[in-house]
């Protein structure tokens, strides 16, 4: 599985809004001071935008990564409670808290831009499998189509052909794939502008077989000249 570009781009930004939060002195310094009406957790509302979205994914993608980056969340929320607490009881100065907060927002922020740069490289690698699935052509089918001594495998199934006639005629007709043969090709003693008896019977067992194995072939009669396999194009 690998994050789609759009769901890696949430991320960078969610840790960009996040680096902002925590290199705003201003913000700060308002919260050092305890300044009324300023709630530290409702300042983290929108830089944590989309959060719950992101984790399920991450959920799916790796558990392991999601694990990390909810326990930063916990904690990044627990201190924006404890300075919110203290702005309530009117505290003043509370210096270590504050700091403790953007920290805990960098934290954050650097956690997902890790995750942003793996889900990038894993997108990266399913794009390069997939070009290489486009730029591998099917193999010809008269190449799937193997010979040994009294045997025809297609795929490497056998096909049962048997020996004889029809087991030369198509191999014969394999190995000019595409192109047009003879009857006389197919068999010597057949008329020139006819097919023999012996190449008709042969064809219709090549036929029969073809369709039963689902071969994507099929052997066309060109009236006074001979019989050319080519590809199906259903």
């Not at 310094?29 to 399920?56: D, K, N, W």
């Not at 980056?69 to 504050?98: C, M, P, T, W, Y």
């Not at 036929?207 to 001979?226: F, L, Q, T, Y």
Request: with cysteine; aromatic share 6%; charged share 30%.
């Amino acid at each position: 599985m690998a994050f789609p570009s759009k769901t890696i781009e949430l991320i960078e930004r969610m840790a960009e809004r996040l680096e902002a939060w925590a290199n705003d002195k201003k913000r700060h310094r308002m919260l050092c001071y305890g300044l009324a009406g300023l709630g530290c957790r409702s300042s983290l509302s929108e830089p944590l935008r989309g959060f719950g979205t992101i984790l399920l994914k991450l959920k799916c993608w790796r558990p392991e990564a999601a694990q990390a980056v909810e326990k930063a969340h916990i904690r990044l929320l627990s201190s924006a409670k404890e300075i919110d607490q203290e702005i309530k009881n009117g505290r003043r100065g509370f210096v270590f808290s504050a700091s403790a907060v953007q920290v805990s927002a960098s934290l954050l922020a650097k956690k997902l831009r890790t995750i942003a740069e793996m889900a990038g490289e894993d997108l990266s690698v399913e794009k390069q499998k997939d070009k290489r699935r486009l730029k591998k052509k099917p193999r010809p089918i008269n190449e799937r189509l193997t010979f040994r001594p009294g045997q025809v495998l297609f795929d490497g199934r056998d096909l049962n052909v048997g020996t004889g006639a029809a087991l030369e005629i198509l191999e014969t007709l394999v190995r000019n794939f595409g192109n047009l043969v003879p009857f006389q090709t197919l068999d010597g003693n057949s008329p020139q502008k006819e097919a023999s008896e012996k190449i008709r019977t042969a064809i219709g067992r090549i036929r029969r077989i073809i369709k039963s194995a689902k071969i994507p072939v099929v052997i066309d009669n060109r009236k006074g000249e001979g019989y050319l396999m080519r590809p199906s194009t259903k």
